[in-house]
């Protein structure tokens, strides 16, 4: 099964929202955005903004009809500043003119000045100031402060985690078309339609059915457009209402990475306690998390860091607190994992640390600690079906690990300045939106009279490959060939009150509503078919292979003619159709109940050489084995894995986000912050558990856009053991990036 985009991409046609033919009445805009990290707005000076020929406007905060507010969560963002700036980037007036470049010069000629305030930047930081997004939350099992005393080792420390760039290959942008009556028409690159939809209606104060918001495919997104490419697309709206002229606003890749938010970055204390046989008894953990200057997403992530703060292992007795700090940083977003990377990142250090100090490797403790069925997750959740063995063992068989483990000893014997090391990295992610509202969807099929399909649905393609997913599931309820279902654009007029793609679960819900659209047709073309075969049982009809049969025997009849014979007997040939996962519940109070549909499950194993002398390093391998249930399109899942994994080493090697004193980006484009490329990709081996399966998944598949991400983790813990075995003095500092940099002053120096 092909993706049918990928002749589109490789031959340059695929159509992206910066392809589409602009009307010679098109405006662009540009905000004139804040060059300190923390200010107070003293004065603003346009006037020679608005002198240069082709400027039409400037819109401030007075020009908005409705709110100026963009906030999701928490309703704490201005789409453009009045009185104070929080960050360097945050709008605070909108250039709209005849050309993109223009609209930048005129933004240079605008003249702001500040009363300059005190800026935090750091997570801790702020927590002292008590600058809290919301109130801190804390999920506990268990007794942890009385399990301490039981444990033959304790060990304490610090683990941090940096800052990545989500660099989706298509940058931020947004077109919006005024058409009559004030209705406006949106084209926005966003994993979120109907909150663009929303926010739009929210600022320029007018009905939700006045607000189209269409979406094709994005050129990525991992997160960075599910709350992040709404202020364009409000600009661009807010533009086109005052102008009345079609408004387009396209970031370039450095305002891109300027304007835009992050993953957080983390710093965390813990501290666990292990029997002297490795299993592990206590674990506390407190996270700081660098919001950023307003809410954005960080609740949310922030409460999946603690589900995942105990990854793929059961502690009995377990407490994690995390708080959300406010600084003066553009907001930082979701991001690919949502904030469970982070959470894992410290467990595993905690882990190593511990290791350590008993003289044993990781690996066995990770072993002994693998969440089986009956166990419970610190919110209450039984694991259920846990295949975290199974991958573990198979991951043994299939790759001999431990064969592996004793060639790396051999080789750092026979090498003095080359070092091998091997880490594992089992994981556990749960899926199913936090806020449970989020968990539903809608489809809406149509069956032509040619018996060619159409299906509508709020997922949003974004290379993931969800379209696939989507006509395979229609194809195979409505028994006919894939060729015959296209998957439409994502459109807000077409689905009310989407969901966000995101949070994995994009085929999940969406191939569920379809699925559920697709049975309604089904049913009622059986009944035709019935009608015309003179049959009194339709339950006995099936439709495969584009044919009804009964009963295994075929019937000498067609799809086409059926569909045909439905029209012609007045027979709809439409479904709409609504589906909210079942089964999800959780109380807040308590921090405990059933939060996901499911789980996925996996285990890595990561093979890195330093090269000692230069510091210089190279991930050899990562051999897998992820249980995907019975997988929707093998090749799909193989490329989201691949990705997820190169995406995660990227995050825990090379990726260092860097901003000077004043809170300015410093890693601003991409020959200073570097991605993995094909040459530092090492070869990703994936086996899938076989005989996978998911009996609440979509026909028995599992979701799989994050979960492979925090594979990516094991590549820290593999680095500083090379560099151990160079360097038997150094201690671990637990700070990611693990860049050469880190990795060359490391070989060179006792304790951390
Ligand atoms: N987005 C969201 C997400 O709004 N809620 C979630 O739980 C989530 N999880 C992962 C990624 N995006
Ligand atoms: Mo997301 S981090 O957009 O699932």
Not at 257 to 283: E, Q, V, W
Not at 393 to 408: G, K, M, N, T, V
Not at 595 to 617: I, K, N, Q, S, W
């Amino acid at each position: 099964m092909k993706r049918q985009d990928s002749e589109l991409h490789a031959s340059g046609q695929a159509r992206f929202a910066d392809d589409l033919t602009l009307t010679a009445d098109t405006l662009h805009v540009f905000p004139v955005v804040s060059n300190i990290a923390h200010g107070r707005i003293k004065t603003c000076d346009f006037s020679q903004a608005l002198s240069l020929p082709g400027v039409m406007a400037v819109l401030t905060a007075s020009d908005i009809t409705g709110s100026n507010q963009i906030g999701n969560i928490e309703v704490d963002e201005v789409l453009l500043a009045e009185t104070e700036v929080c960050y360097m980037g945050q709008a605070v007036a909108l250039i709209v003119a005849e050309s993109a470049e223009l609209a930048r010069q005129a933004s240079e000629l605008c003249v702001v000045n500040y009363e300059v305030l005190e800026a935090v930047f750091d997570a801790r930081t702020a927590d002292k100031l008590n600058q809290h997004i919301v109130p801190p939350r804390c999920f506990s099992m268990g007794d942890v402060d009385c399990a301490w005393q039981q444990c033959a080792y304790v060990v304490e420390g610090q683990a941090e985690s940096g800052a990545q760039e989500h660099a989706y290959l298509e940058t931020q942008i947004a077109i919006a078309y005024p058409l009559e009556n004030g209705q406006l028409k949106i084209v926005s690159a966003t994993q979120s339609p109907g909150m663009v939809q929303r926010i739009i209606v929210r600022v320029l104060d007018c009905a939700m059915h006045m607000i189209e918001v269409d979406v094709l495919r994005l050129g990525g997104a991992f997160g960075g457009k599910e709350e992040q490419a709404t202020a364009w697309a409000v600009m661009a709206a807010l533009a086109a209402q005052h102008t009345q002229q079609p408004v387009k606003i396209q970031l370039n890749r450095e305002e891109d990475m300027r304007l835009t938010g992050k993953r957080h970055p983390y710093s965390a204390d813990f501290k666990i306690g292990l029997n002297s046989s490795g299993k592990i008894l206590a674990y506390q953990v407190q996270f700081y998390q660098n919001a950023g200057a307003f809410a954005d997403l960080s609740p949310a992530i922030l409460e999946r860091t603690l589900f995942h703060a105990g990854n793929a292992y059961f502690i009995a007795n377990f407490r994690a607190t995390a708080v959300s700090c406010r600084t003066n940083l553009p907001p930082n977003t979701a991001f690919r994992g949502f904030g469970a990377p982070q959470a894992m990142f410290v467990l595993e250090a905690a882990i190593f640390k511990a290791a350590q100090s008993m003289g044993i490797d990781p690996a066995t403790i990770q072993q002994r600690n693998l969440l089986q069925d009956g166990d419970h997750f610190p919110y209450g959740m039984t694991v259920k079906n846990s295949t975290l063995k199974a991958c573990r063992d198979l991951l043994e068989q299939e790759y001999a690990i431990s064969q592996r483990q004793q060639d790396c000893d051999r080789f750092n014997t026979a090498h003095t300045l080359k070092k091998k090391a091997l880490a594992l990295m089992p994981i556990t992610f749960g899926i199913s939106f936090t806020a449970l509202f989020l968990n539903q969807a809608d489809a809406l099929v149509h069956v032509y009279g040619d018996g060619s399909v159409i299906v509508s649905t709020g997922a949003v393609e974004m290379g993931q490959g969800v379209k696939l997913k989507l006509r395979r599931v229609a194809a195979q309820t409505l028994g006919i060939g894939l060729e015959r279902i296209k998957i439409d654009s994502t459109n807000t007029s077409r689905i009310a009150n989407m969901s966000p793609t995101a949070a994995s679960t994009g085929a999940d819900l969406n191939g569920q509503a379809t699925r559920l659209a697709c049975k309604q047709i089904l049913m009622r073309l059986k009944q035709i078919a019935a009608d015309m075969l003179n049959i009194k049982n339709i339950s006995s009809l099936h439709i495969q292979n584009e044919r009804v049969s009964m009963e295994g025997q075929d019937m000498a009849l067609e799809w086409c003619q059926l569909v045909t014979q439905a029209y012609i007997s007045r027979c709809g040939l439409s479904a709409q159709a609504h589906y909210a996962t079942p089964g999800l519940a959780f109380d807040r109070n308590s921090e405990t109940g059933t939060p996901f549909a499911y789980h996925v499950y996996g285990c890595a194993a990561l093979e890195v050489t330093v090269d000692c002398l230069r510091g210089r390093y190279q991930i050899d391998s990562v051999k897998l084995v992820h249980d995907a249930g019975k997988s929707l399109s093998a090749d799909v899942d193989l490329g989201q894995i691949e990705g997820a994994v190169v995406q995660g080493l990227g995050w825990m090697t090379m990726e260092e986000i860097v901003y000077d004193q004043q809170g300015c980006l410093l890693s601003n484009n991409l020959t200073n912050y570097k991605i993995p490329d094909i040459y530092s990709a090492p070869e990703v081996q994936v086996k899938f558990l076989p005989d996978g399966g998911n009996e609440v998944g979509l026909l028995n598949s599992k979701a799989v856009g994050e979960p492979p991400f925090m594979y990516g983790i094991g590549v820290y813990f593999a680095l500083v053991k090379a560099i151990q075995a160079f360097n038997p003095g150094y201690r671990a500092s637990f700070s990611a990036p693990m860049t050469p940099e880190k990795v060359l002053m490391a070989l060179y120096r006792n304790g951390n």
